[in-house]
């Protein structure tokens, strides 16, 4: 079964402060997502990544960066949170031309 | 850029109806077109795909049939269970650099008995 694990599961955060959400995989898929997830416009991809050190920019990347320093491993940043950046957000692993699979989601507020 | 396009924000039915959620895509290539499916609390789950013209994918009573003349991959059920509540996303996925997964806005399927 594929396993993709993000923490934390919640998080509070003050409105200028730094986050950092993080997302391991044990698929040993290539590609890496990070998505967010808001009623009314379902899942929006941020930023991809198809290996080890490589970073791609979804469709709404303005406010977040990312991070793919491992196979394993791929984190989302936000530098200066904003309130607007409150949301579900989705990691997701897998290999191309293939489905992807999901973690459970971190719930980030932004205060 | 690739999109995809869900009209229907919500489908109320009864058990025992025939369901069509409604998918639509934009791609400048060939892409893969799938279903997933997601429950309360969890992330979104692969329903199926399908990868090339007039292909049909197919999982639990669900099916859809690639169609890249009307750029389209409909959702349809037969008959629907109180079970099969949820939200429902079609998604492409298109090289752009590596591997893009782009999702529609999800259909919320309501189910009464």
């Known amino acids: 079964e594929a396993a993709v694990t993000q923490s934390p599961r919640n998080k509070v955060a003050v409105t200028g402060g730094k986050v950092t959400l993080s997302c391991n995989q044990t698929n040993n898929h290539n590609n890496m997502y990070w998505y967010r997830q808001d009623t009314g416009h379902g899942l929006r991809l941020i930023h991809y990544?198809?290996?080890?050190?490589?970073?791609e920019k979804g469709d709404i990347p303005d406010g977040y960066k990312a991070s793919r320093p491992s196979q394993e491993n791929f984190s989302l940043i936000l530098e200066l949170a904003t309130p607007s950046q409150t949301s579900v957000y989705f990691c997701a692993s897998g290999n191309s031309n293939t489905e992807v699979f999901f973690g459970k989601g971190t719930r980030l507020t932004v205060v | 850029g690739d999109s995809v396009t869900q009209t229907e924000g919500q489908v109320a039915l009864s058990e025992e109806d025939f369901l069509t959620i409604h998918c639509n895509y934009s791609?400048?290539?060939?892409?893969?077109l799938f279903w997933y499916v997601q429950y309360p609390g969890e992330g979104p789950q692969f329903l199926f795909r399908?990868?090339?013209?007039?292909e049909k994918g197919s999982s639990r009573g669900f099916e859809a049939t690639y169609d890249k003349g009307t750029t389209s991959f409909h959702l349809r059920k037969a008959s629907v269970q109180e079970s099969d509540s949820a939200v429902y996303y079609c998604?492409?996925?298109?090289?752009?650099?590596?591997?893009?997964?782009?999702f529609g806005s999800g259909t919320r399927l309501l189910v009464s008995p």
């Open positions: 998604a492409l996925g298109d090289r752009d650099g590596g591997y893009k997964v782009v």
């Open positions: 990544s198809y290996g080890a050190g490589s970073t």
């Open positions: 791609a400048s290539g060939y892409p893969a």
């Open positions: 399908a990868s090339r013209d007039k």
